[in-house]
């Protein structure tokens, strides 16, 4: 490939967590590089995390900014300048330590940058303030926006970036209804999975190592542990299963660590509630479709969700799903009867949901196959990345 008709782009994240958003990101970039090969790729990441050697494999060059900037690498002909940022004693503003980075990266002339997540978008304003193509890839409804800045900072800058992707429809729409944003800057594309899913364990193996017997379903969630994720309301809705049927199971709640406040508090009312020996607690971990791969039933408990990451992999894997209405980008996944949505926090109807599906197998199995085939012919990574790839085509 001749030089000079490489395209440069930058990536911003804003972590290499093993999280949906990340993974993502990730994914994306793997096809990007694979599928372009004009196309260069420089890696910004706001905060480190499990997947940062995932991420340097596939950049050309990779900056940890951490906001306090203690560790990132850099090409070295801009070394003795980034030390000299490192080093210096006054103090700074998170506003000072942004346009420090950015400064730097201006220099390497991108074609376009790239934000994921609305926490990015912070960091592509420089970039779009000298005529560069920004898109910022936003997946957050309205508390996780207002959680990362402030209502007025989204109102006056929403603006100020080129090509917005929406992770939903609902997304979209809040955008536009919330935060006055142009509604011809945003182009709707889903999360998505790929095409084929690694599993380290099987289902007997796992089973067995969870002491998890054959005669018992399995019930279970895959998420943070916060209250936008509902996972507060567990203990509570696992003790209205109880109540409903003898029919022998067992509740995984996977995600968090056991020394997670959200998770302690969590076993302290299972305790209380005596459901203990039913709800098993499982660390966050590199294999969550193993465990996924095991339930009978998928729950998503979100009070607000965009479109998570783990609800596709439950359909790829064919488990009925259960979520809230007006909890956002599930209900435009699941409605129209290719999932089962509760009304909105009623925990009394989700576990009636579960406990018929819990009765039904062939219920069960109609729901996953049914699910399955939504996610193949309407949310195919292929015709997702294709989406995302014309854009940036479209913009360098």
Same mark, same amino acid.
């Given at each position: 490939?001749?030089?000079?008709?490489?395209?440069?782009?930058?990536?911003?994240?804003?972590?290499?967590?093993?999280?949906?958003?990340?993974?993502?990101?990730?994914?994306?970039?793997?096809?990007?590089?694979?599928?372009?090969?004009?196309?260069?790729?420089?890696?910004?990441?706001?905060?480190?995390?499990?997947?940062?050697?995932?991420?340097?494999?596939?950049?050309?060059?990779?900056?940890?900014?951490?906001?306090?900037?203690?560790?990132?690498?850099?090409?070295?002909?801009?070394?003795?300048?980034?030390?000299?940022?490192?080093?210096?004693?006054?103090?700074?503003?998170?506003?000072?330590?942004?346009?420090?980075?950015?400064?730097?990266?201006?220099?390497?002339?991108?074609?376009?940058?790239?934000?994921?997540?609305?926490?990015?978008?912070?960091?592509?304003?420089?970039?779009?303030?000298?005529?560069?193509?920004?898109?910022?890839?936003?997946?957050?409804?309205?508390?996780?926006?207002?959680?990362?800045?402030?209502?007025?900072?989204?109102?006056?800058?929403?603006?100020?970036?080129?090509?917005?992707?929406?992770?939903?429809?609902?997304?979209?729409?809040?955008?536009?209804?919330?935060?006055?944003?142009?509604?011809?800057?945003?182009?709707?594309?889903?999360?998505?999975?790929?095409?084929?899913?690694? %599993?380290?364990? @099987? /289902?007997?193996?796992?089973?067995?190592?969870?002491?998890? =017997? $054959? +005669? !018992? *379903?399995?019930?279970?969630?895959?998420?943070?542990?916060?209250?936008?994720?509902?996972?507060?309301?567990?203990?509570?809705?696992?003790?209205?299963?109880?109540?409903?049927?003898?029919?022998?199971?067992?509740?995984?709640?996977?995600?968090?660590?056991?020394?997670?406040?959200?998770?302690?508090?969590?076993?302290?009312?299972?305790?209380?509630?005596?459901?203990?020996?039913?709800?098993?607690?499982?660390?966050?971990?590199?294999?969550?479709?193993?465990?996924?791969?095991?339930?009978?039933?998928?729950?998503?408990?979100?009070?607000?969700?965009?479109?998570?990451?783990?609800?596709?992999?439950?359909?790829?894997?064919?488990?009925?799903?259960?979520?809230?209405?007006?909890?956002?980008?599930?209900?435009?996944?699941?409605?129209?009867?290719?999932?089962?949505?509760?009304?909105? %926090?009623?925990? @009394? /109807?989700?576990?009636?949901?579960?406990?018929?599906?819990? =009765? $039904? +197998? !062939? *219920?069960?199995?109609?729901?996953?196959?049914?699910?399955?085939?939504?996610?193949?012919?309407?949310?195919?990574?292929?015709?997702?990345?294709?989406?995302?790839?014309?854009?940036?085509?479209?913009?360098?």
């Amino acid at each position: 490939m001749n030089p000079s008709k490489m395209k440069k782009i930058l990536f911003i994240s804003h972590e290499a967590s093993l999280s949906g958003a990340p993974i993502l990101a990730l994914n994306l970039l793997k096809r990007l590089k694979k599928e372009k090969e004009d196309y260069t790729i420089d890696v910004l990441l706001i905060r480190g995390g499990e997947l940062y050697e995932d991420f340097a494999k596939i950049s050309n060059q990779i900056v940890v900014a951490h906001y306090h900037l203690q560790s990132f690498s850099f090409l070295k002909r801009n070394l003795k300048r980034v030390e000299s940022i490192v080093f210096k004693k006054k103090p700074e503003t998170q506003q000072d330590k942004i346009d420090k980075i950015t400064t730097i990266l201006l220099q390497n002339k991108y074609d376009l940058v790239y934000g994921n997540t609305m926490e990015s978008l912070i960091w592509t304003l420089p970039f779009y303030r000298k005529n560069i193509p920004t898109i910022v890839a936003i997946h957050e409804l309205s508390f996780g926006i207002e959680s990362t800045y402030p209502k007025e900072f989204v109102l006056e800058n929403i603006s100020n970036v080129t090509k917005i992707i929406a992770g939903s429809k609902a997304v979209g729409d809040n955008l536009v209804a919330k935060y006055g944003a142009d509604p011809k800057k945003i182009n709707v594309v889903h999360s998505f999975v790929d095409s084929v899913l690694i %599993l380290q364990k @099987d /289902k007997e193996s796992l089973r067995q190592e969870l002491g998890i =017997k $054959n +005669n !018992e *379903l399995i019930i279970g969630i895959a998420s943070s542990q916060e209250l936008r994720k509902g996972t507060d309301m567990i203990p509570l809705l696992v003790q209205k299963i109880k109540q409903k049927t003898d029919l022998p199971f067992k509740f995984i709640n996977l995600g968090g660590t056991s020394k997670s406040p959200a998770v302690r508090c969590a076993k302290i009312d299972a305790e209380k509630l005596e459901v203990d020996d039913v709800l098993l607690f499982i660390d966050h971990n590199k294999f969550p479709n193993d465990y996924i791969n095991l339930f009978d039933v998928f729950l998503l408990m979100s009070r607000e969700d965009p479109f998570p990451l783990v609800m596709l992999t439950a359909a790829k894997l064919k488990k009925p799903i259960i979520a809230f209405e007006k909890s956002g980008g599930a209900v435009e996944f699941l409605e129209n009867g290719y999932g089962i949505l509760a009304p909105y %926090l009623d925990l @009394d /109807k989700m576990a009636d949901n579960v406990v018929n599906l819990l =009765k $039904n +197998n !062939e *219920l069960r199995k109609k729901y996953g196959e049914n699910i399955h085939r939504r996610l193949e012919e309407d949310y195919s990574d292929e015709k997702l990345t294709l989406n995302i790839f014309n854009l940036i085509d479209e913009l360098v």
